[in-house]
């Protein structure tokens, strides 16, 4: 592997120097990616209205998720085999690509498809970007340039709501996804002009099979999440095929994955430990996180009536903790070299945040509100990046992008799940709430255009109706703690492995376990 700075004589001023050019480059792209996250969860309700598809809602991020999903670990592969800057480049396009013909959607089925082709290239933008700091910067120093990182995430935290608000309410939803074209293409111009090109000199053998049959488990489970006890009862028969497809599919991988010459996920990762943890908890914390992140802001103009503007400025508390945990705990790691206590606290804020969610209602007073939120993005920040550096860290650099994106690609799996599956039960709780509060009139209410239906009600009728999402969303925040708690006790279980002072001895890959 081409070692691109930390090399012994250089100036620590020029090299730090030289990362910063490329840092710069990395950083435009995670904005990218950064910024879907968190402008189309504050559009989500006006999208549901305008296309009347509140039910199908979860799809437009199930369907981002899940593309992400299943095409994450392949990246990882062809960039171990192709190098970084070609497969960053080509996800970038693919992703503008998905991006504008999101905003040109018409129905709610355009939309969902679109979306996924959007995922196709998401799937390469954070897990690849990450990989490429691994290149070039040794991991006891990535906890400094880390806060650059975290401090992106911070913007697109604090601007994307803003500009989703500001863009739904004013002009209209679909430039939430025309935003992402200016910034793609200077992504794109900064990538050619920045970051270097690695030459890899292996034997390249695509496991095809392997990501199809991937493919395939991850749809045929996330179709379970989705549908069972919402589309279908649990025991018919479209459910159980969907689960034994799905199982089987699952086992054909595992079988193919042993024998590949070029695997998309290596088996063998599995048997260092540090890998093994990181992965399951980089899982089931999807599941929390997404909970926090996508259903905050639809919980805010559902039940409070905000507009999408106010819902994403009141989302600030809980970025201000995830940003300021990530970047204190990056200068810590740094210092100290020690990581494996921030996921231990991280993961039992983060419980205790949603416990505290678990809690809200109609009248739930802002400032109340904040604290919880901040609690719980104290948590986030405390343990989200820890898990990628833990990884690069324990792995043989050969590796690199594939352990990178394995990591991704394991909490996007957690998020697709958690977001269909919390997205099922908040329709289906809704719909159970109105019918325990309006027994009379609960088949003749329709809230499948969400907040501007409600708006239409009666209003003795559209106070039990919020109080019913009300109620939904309390047990939305209360399904995520058995997750949280797995993740509290998952963390123990991560091994503190010193961090490497030089990516000489990183990308040489001496002392491996």
């Given amino acids: 592997m081409l070692v691109l700075y930390n090399r012994v004589g250089m100036p620590r001023d020029t090299e730090h120097q030289n990362i910063m050019l490329v840092m710069g480059a990395l950083m435009l792209v995670l904005l ?39 095409t994450t670990p392949l990246y990882g592969k062809l960039s171990d085999l192709y190098g970084r800057k070609r497969m960053l480049s080509a996800a970038v396009i693919i992703f503008l690509i998905g991006s504008a013909l999101s905003g040109l959607s018409q129905g709610i089925v355009e939309l969902v498809i679109f979306r996924a082709v959007q995922g196709l290239g998401a799937g390469g933008l954070i897990s690849l970007v990450f990989a490429a700091v691994g290149d070039v910067v040794a991991p006891r120093e990535r906890g400094r340039y880390q806060g650059y990182f975290g401090a992106v995430f911070g913007l697109a935290s604090v601007v994307g709501p803003l500009l989703g608000g500001v863009a739904t309410d004013y002009f209209s939803w679909r430039w939430i996804f025309y935003i992402n074209l200016p910034i793609g293409i200077l992504a794109l111009v900064a990538l050619y002009l920045r970051l270097p090109e690695h030459q890899y000199h292996r034997r390249h053998a695509i496991d095809y099979l392997g ?5 395939a488990a ?33 086992v054909a991988f595992v079988v193919t994955e042993a024998r590949a010459l070029e695997p998309i996920l290596p088996l063998g990762l599995f048997k260092n430990r540090i890998f093994a943890v990181s992965t399951a908890l980089s899982f089931v914390t999807g599941i929390a996180m997404f909970a926090a992140l996508v259903y905050l802001p639809e919980y805010q103009q ?15 508390p ?23 206590w921030f996921p231990i606290i991280g993961t039992i804020l983060t419980g205790y945040g949603l416990w505290l969610l678990s809690h809200v209602g109609v009248a739930t007073p802002q400032t109340t509100l904040s604290v919880w939120m901040f609690i719980t993005g104290l948590g986030i920040g405390s343990f989200m990046q820890v898990l990628t550096l833990s990884v690069q860290n324990a792995v043989d650099p050969r590796d690199l992008g594939t352990a990178t994106a ?11 799940l958690g977001t269909a599956g919390l997205g099922a039960l908040l329709a289906n709780r809704v719909q159970e709430y109105i019918a325990a509060l309006l027994p009379g009139a609960a088949g003749q209410v329709n809230v499948s255009g969400g907040f501007s239906t409600i708006a239409r009600l009666d209003p003795a009728v559209a106070l039990r ?7 939904a969303f309390r047990d939305l925040f209360l399904w995520t703690l058995p997750f949280a708690l797995a993740a509290f006790v998952i963390s123990f279980f991560l091994k503190e492995m010193p961090l490497r002072e030089r990516s000489e001895e990183y990308a040489a890959g001496q002392g491996f376990e």
């Fill in 318 to 340: 809980l970025i201000l903790g995830l940003v300021g945990a990530s970047i204190g705990s990056g200068r810590i790691i740094s210092k100290t070299g020690k990581y494996r």
């Fill in 211 to 215: 990501a199809a049959l991937l493919s």
């Fill in 465 to 471: 109706v919020t109080e019913a999402f009300a109620a």
């Fill in 302 to 316: 559902v039940v409070r009536g905000y507009s999408a503007t106010k819902s994403g400025l009141l989302m600030l």
């Fill in 218 to 250: 991850v749809v045929a489970v996330l179709l379970v999440a989705v549908w069972g006890g919402v589309t279908y009862p649990w025991g018919s028969p479209a459910i159980l095929l969907l689960a034994l497809g799905g199982a089987a599919a699952a």
């Fill in 32 to 70: 990218l990616a950064a910024l879907d996250q968190t402008i189309v969860s504050t559009a989500l309700p006006r999208i549901a209205s305008d296309l009347d598809a509140l039910n199908e809602l979860s799809w437009v991020v199930t369907a981002y998720l899940l593309t992400t999903a299943v």
């Fill in 406 to 416: 394995s990591v991704a690609f394991f909490r996007t799996i957690g998020s697709t």
